[in-house]
């Protein structure tokens, strides 16, 4: 097989967050009587980060830092209500652990939130989960990531990043690394496709992709 590496953004990729970022999103936004979004709205607004989402759920309100607060202590505790593997996730994982591959997760949520989901839904799965944390810098910056990729010797034509968002596709590409994008994840498969010809429907898809 062409790759020794496979990593995955998280939400929308992985895992099926968006009721519960949703709820944490409405309930902010319900302290400062402002209006709630819908689903299709907060998977329009996520892939770059918490702030940026309560920024654009706000209608760019100048509340951006109090909002921000609220949505991180309800969202800290309420993060695994209704949040789940999309269906044949688990046979993706089970297909990359047969072949000897390193998986890992590399997402702008915020990290212990990360690794406490990873480890509910997936156990030991993965060899690293590195998410959102102070002091650095969140995707499409490629920067730690390569970092990483030194630390276990890997060049980056044996790395596969698998994600949902422009985000991804971006971060993909300033890294050097091959992408795979999933259209079963918050992202319409024809705005994926305006950026990439490598965009797959099922995890069965990513499974046929890593045969060939």
């Known amino acids: 097989m062409k790759y020794k590496m496979i990593v995955f953004d998280l939400d929308g990729t992985l895992l099926n967050t968006i009721e519960d970022l949703c709820n944490a999103c409405n309930y902010a936004l319900n302290q400062y009587n402002l209006k709630n979004i819908s689903i299709q709205e907060t998977m329009l607004y996520l892939g770059h980060g918490i702030r940026h989402l309560i920024y654009e759920a706000s209608q760019h309100s100048s509340y951006t830092d109090e909002l921000l607060t609220v949505f991180r202590k309800y969202y800290s505790i309420n993060y695994n209500g209704t949040t789940k593997p999309y269906p044949?996730?688990?046979?993706?994982?089970?297909?990359?652990?047969?072949?000897?591959?390193?998986?890992?997760?590399?997402?702008?949520?915020?990290?212990?939130?990360?690794?406490?989901?990873?480890?509910?839904?997936?156990?030991?799965?993965?060899?690293?989960?590195?998410?959102?944390?102070?002091?650095?810098?969140?995707?499409?910056?490629?920067?730690?990531?390569?970092?990483?990729?030194?630390?276990?010797?890997?060049?980056?034509?044996?790395?596969?990043?698998?994600?949902?968002?422009?985000?991804?596709?971006?971060?993909?590409?300033?890294?050097?690394?091959?992408?795979?994008?999933?259209?079963?994840?918050f992202r319409t498969k024809q705005s994926l496709l305006e950026k990439s010809d490598f965009v797959v429907d099922t995890p069965q898809d990513i499974v046929n992709f890593l045969k060939r």
């Open 88 to 185: 044949g996730i688990d046979e993706v994982l089970e297909f990359c652990k047969r072949n000897h591959l390193i998986l890992g997760v590399l997402t702008n949520k915020v990290e212990d939130i990360a690794q406490n989901l990873c480890k509910a839904h997936f156990g030991n799965q993965f060899a690293f989960v590195y998410g959102d944390k102070e002091g650095r810098q969140k995707k499409p910056n490629p920067d730690f990531f390569l970092q990483l990729l030194k630390e276990y010797k890997l060049s980056c034509k044996e790395v596969l990043y698998i994600g949902d968002s422009e985000v991804d596709i971006d971060f993909s590409r300033a890294a050097g690394v091959d992408g795979l994008f999933v259209s079963y994840g």
